[in-house]
């Protein structure tokens, strides 16, 4: 016969002592439905492990450890949730205001496209890229003078559109 603890002895510690083990879940847990999934599942896990439990004397002791250890980790897993949901939640933002912002984005793609080339590709590459404004002379292979002047005309240009009625 194989070495560790049987289905049989298994089966008569549940008998002998499932109630014990449920009181001392109950010490540590402060419902009876989490008291009995957790004796469950340290049974079921002593059950999988029942090898590597040698001596079949010692299989109630590592019952109540693993009973304490899964009490451990449900008080663990309910906490982190109390912590989760005492954080105020994100405002959401009305129906109203998401189509203005979706009307907002229009307006601003509508104005871009008419920008000149060169202001379109330096205000994408360093306000929708974020890009400095080495990083765009360097990617449009042009000085750091003309990103300057083409994002400032290309912002005065886009204040003008954005301002004017549609």
């Known amino acids: 016969m194989a070495a560790g603890t049987t289905v049989d002895h298994l089966t008569e510690t549940y008998r002998a ?36 439990v040698r001596e079949p004397e010692k299989t109630l002791a590592y019952l109540r450890q693993t009973v304490v250890n899964l009490s451990r980790s449900a008080l663990r897993r309910r906490i982190l949730g109390l912590k989760l949901l005492s954080k105020p939640m994100p ?13 907002e984005r229009d ?7 008419g920008l000149q080339r060169r202001q379109r590709e330096v205000l994408v590459l360093r306000y929708f890229a974020d890009m400095t404004e080495s990083q765009v002379a360097e990617t449009l292979g042009i000085s750091l003078g003309s ?20």
């Open 91 to 103: 405002d959401m933002a009305s129906a109203e205001e998401g189509a203005y912002d979706q009307l």
């Open 17 to 52: 002592h499932y109630r014990s083990l449920l009181g001392l879940a109950a010490l540590l847990l402060d419902d009876t439905a989490s008291c009995e999934d957790v004796v469950q599942e340290a049974f079921i896990r002593v059950h999988s492990a029942r090898s590597r």
């Open 147 to 166: 990103v300057k002047a083409y994002g400032s005309r290309g912002i005065a240009a886009l204040r003008i559109a954005m301002e004017a009625p549609v």
């Open 107 to 113: 307006a601003l793609i509508k104005a871009m496209r």
